[in-house]
């Protein structure tokens, strides 16, 4: 069962809403714009939608148009603003939009405003950390102003916007004021009419109205210029023949908001808002909310917490059934810090890591109580996989590789249980605190901090890590090698080290053995998965590449695992065997085809050609891997169950977190099926063992989305073997088993 938690980006449809876009469908079917009976009822339905619709929003005399929704109502009234302007004799210079709008509001002002040629100033209305207007600033602009456009309530944070002291600053300006409407609609008083808003968008599918319906207000007397012309529906003010099954559903939610009773108040909302405040303060110690509540809307809670990334925190909430988002829905698959956090001067920090709870005015009391169940149940899941940075865990000792990626560039943790010590190699300095927190909750002993080469692009951060946990390196190198230890030992595995200069005049690579014999070499950026690393450092040492690859061969085979330290295309690991394969030049200077004059010549040529966007995936002549092996790696559900029954040996693979894992289902695929949870991060570590399964044993990994179990496929079968499938879509797309509560999601 699935708790909703994410209404300021859509929201399910009311039943008395499904209830009357149905009866739309089958009774009231008509084209209002008929003169027969049957469009003549039509006809009523909509203009009795339309009168309960100006008795809610307080619209008086102005005009309301139906349309598709809010983006559609943004640009015609922007367009009938602009086009105004354009016929004005004394035309102001400037159009001003809040700074924290949706995005939708000034890409419309800025392509009407080029496309009528009037090439106006656009500027965007500072706001205080408190994500309000700048209401001096507005009032010292709006005399050269246009068009202002401000939202009722922000979509990310639930700010309420001061619309008399914007109303105020407004006075005696010549411009137009259009007010986004959506997240307000059934949860302020907007009093329009009161207000000399022009312009007012409204989409009903902010509450629980199906997508596809909307309102404009249109202030009497304000300028008007249709968007869609046509047929001349809507007054010929928008053509086109109206959406009757949307217009009845927004209907009935209008009537219930009219008639009170299924809606809950606004004191009811805040008490609901406060508990679940509080039980995410519990769940995450130290967590900040990013606006001040008693500004925002009751609905709305958007946070951050110091040392979790909003992916994380996401994916741990997705986990639970809990669906929140990282902001704007419109702008969630774009990965980028929140514009609208920015504008309110917020770190750098908690503008990457924000996340918005949100819900609708129709929840209850049980929904709440789940609700904050569940938030709990995460912060518990944290805090055993050390995760939480302001409490202590209690993690099962971990043991095994971890790696850690930051922009491309890997980090590795190789932790022992039976002696509470780990090594690191390759550190980072973005993740200082993160390790020294996991060390620190684990009660683990630091063996040592390694370097595979000096860094082009950063210090090393082996010192900062020291410190950071309170213990000293003792005698070191300058890559973090005791100076006196030929081996550095680790439970039952040990590191030795090669030198392998080139990348740089120091580049070393650390092979890791156990009892059955050579495991993995960390080679930093010697071999890069599908690229050779960079010679073009001052600290290189090109004229010794091609001698350092034939010592590494030599050391470590063709066949061991090649721990990177850049992995820009998710391969994980890799193999010379493999490398030679997809990178001629590496095969060329391996087999002696060219000698070490030559290879470095080349390479350079190569690094001088490429961008070094091109040269961190493709280069050397690296083969683009888009095979249709590779391509064909996803697989459904029943697929996997018709693969099972031909392979009982098939094993399934959960590639999700430790902290997910913990909350989540793995799928049911009937009979006794062999199961495994390899985090996405310990990959490595299981790529060694799973090479040992016979070549033709299949494997399907799953995940969430789909995302991180097709990288875990595809880098099995990069790696030879070829029976490896990503389950298609993910946990996110598997049928609800028969009977279940399909969501909790009001």
């Not at 989409?203 to 202030?219: E, F, M, N, Q, T």
């Not at 039952?492 to 993995?520: I, K």
Request: charged share 20%; proline share 5%; net charge negative.
């Amino acid at each position: 069962m699935e708790i909703y938690l994410d209404a300021n980006a859509t929201t399910p449809v009311l039943p008395q809403a499904r209830e009357a876009a149905l009866a739309a469908m089958a009774e009231d079917f008509g084209n209002p714009s008929s003169v027969h009976s049957t469009g003549l009822k039509a006809r009523a339905l909509m203009d009795g939608v339309r009168a309960r619709a100006r008795r809610v929003l307080g619209a008086g005399q102005g005009r309301l148009l139906f349309l598709s929704g809010a983006t559609e109502g943004i640009q015609t009234a922007v367009l009938s603003a602009l086009s105004a302007l354009r016929e004005a004799e004394a035309r102001p210079d400037l159009l001003l939009y809040g700074a924290t709008e949706h995005k939708a509001v000034p890409e419309a002002i800025k392509h009407w405003n080029a496309l009528l040629g009037l090439n106006l100033t656009v500027l965007a209305i500072p706001v205080g950390c408190d994500g309000r207007h700048d209401l001096a600033w507005l009032r010292a602009h709006a005399p050269r102003a246009g068009l202002v456009c401000t939202m009722a309530a922000n979509n990310e944070t639930g700010v309420i916007s001061d619309l008399d002291g914007i109303a105020a600053a407004l006075a005696g300006s010549p411009a137009r004021w259009m007010v986004d409407g959506v997240q307000a609609l059934g949860k302020l008083p907007l009093k329009l009419e009161e207000r000399r808003i022009d312009y007012a968008p409204f989409s009903g599918h902010k509450l629980y109205a199906p997508k596809g319906i909307g309102l404009l207000y249109v202030r009497e007397g304000a300028p008007f210029t249709p968007l869609l012309a046509g047929g001349g529906q809507e007054g010929a003010w928008r053509s086109g023949t109206e959406n009757m099954s949307g217009i009845a559903a927004l209907g009935a939610v209008l009537a219930a908001l009219e008639a009170g009773g299924t809606f809950c108040d606004a004191a009811t909302l805040q008490v609901h808002r406060d508990r679940l405040a509080a039980a995410l303060q519990s769940a995450f110690p130290g967590l900040l909310f990013n606006a001040p509540p008693e500004l925002c809307l009751p609905t709305t809670l958007n946070f951050a917490v110091p040392g979790l990334s909003s992916k994380l925190l996401l994916d741990l909430f997705d986990a639970a059934e809990l669906r929140v988002s990282g902001g704007s829905a419109c702008s969630a698959s774009k990965a980028q810090p929140s514009y609208v956090l920015e504008a309110m001067g917020l770190p750098a920090w908690q503008t990457a890591a924000s996340v918005r709870l949100s819900f609708g005015p129709v929840v209850d009391r049980r929904f709440i109580d789940e609700a904050c169940a569940r938030i709990r149940v995460c912060g518990e899941s944290l805090r055993q996989s050390c995760l939480d940075p302001s409490t202590p865990g209690q993690a099962a000792p971990a043991d095994g590789l971890t790696r850690f990626m930051v922009d491309g560039a890997c980090c590795y943790l190789l932790a022992d249980a039976g002696s509470r010590r780990a090594l690191l190699v390759d550190p980072l300095p973005a993740l200082t605190d993160r390790l020294a927190q996991w060390l620190r909750c684990q009660g683990y002993a630091l063996a040592a901090v390694l370097d595979t080469h000096s860094h082009g692009d950063h210090a090393s951060s082996a010192a900062d890590l020291w410190q950071a946990i309170s213990q000293e390196p003792g005698d070191v190198d300058a890559l973090g090698w005791p100076r006196d230890a030929d081996r550095l030992s680790l439970g039952g595995r040990w590191l030795t080290r090669l030198a392998v200069p080139g990348h740089t005049h120091d580049s070393t690579a650390y092979l890791l053995h156990d009892a059955r014999g050579l495991q993995w070499a960390f080679v930093g950026d010697t071999v890069m998965p599908g690229a050779l690393g960079r010679s073009d450092f001052e600290q290189s040492a090109p004229l010794a590449y091609a001698g350092s690859l034939l010592a590494l061969r030599a050391a470590v085979g063709e066949q061991t695992l090649l721990l990177p330290g850049h992995d820009y295309d998710d391969r994980f690991a890799s193999t010379l065997a493999v490398e030679c394969e997809a990178q001629p030049l590496l095969a060329d200077v391996l087999t002696g085809r060219i000698d070490a004059a030559g290879f470095a010549a080349a390479k350079a040529a190569l690094e001088q050609d490429l961008a070094l966007t091109a040269y961190q995936t493709v280069a050397c002549g690296a083969r683009v891997d888009a095979g249709c092996a590779l391509a064909a790696s996803e697989i459904s559900l029943a697929e996997v169950q018709a693969l099972l029954a031909r392979h009982p040996d098939l094993l399934l693979v959960d590639v999700r977190e430790p902290y997910e894992q913990r909350l989540g289902q793995a799928p049911q695929l009937g009979g006794r099926v062999r199961r495994q949870a390899v985090a996405l991060s310990g990959l490595p570590e299981a790529l060694a063992q799973w090479r040992s399964l016979p070549p033709g044993a299949p494997i399907v990994c799953f995940c969430r989305s789909g995302n991180r179990s097709a990288q875990a496929a595809r880098a099995l079968r990069r790696l030879g073997h070829v029976q490896a499938w990503s389950l298609r879509g993910g946990l996110a797309l598997l049928p609800r088993a028969a009977g279940a509560d399909a969501a909790l999601a009001i």
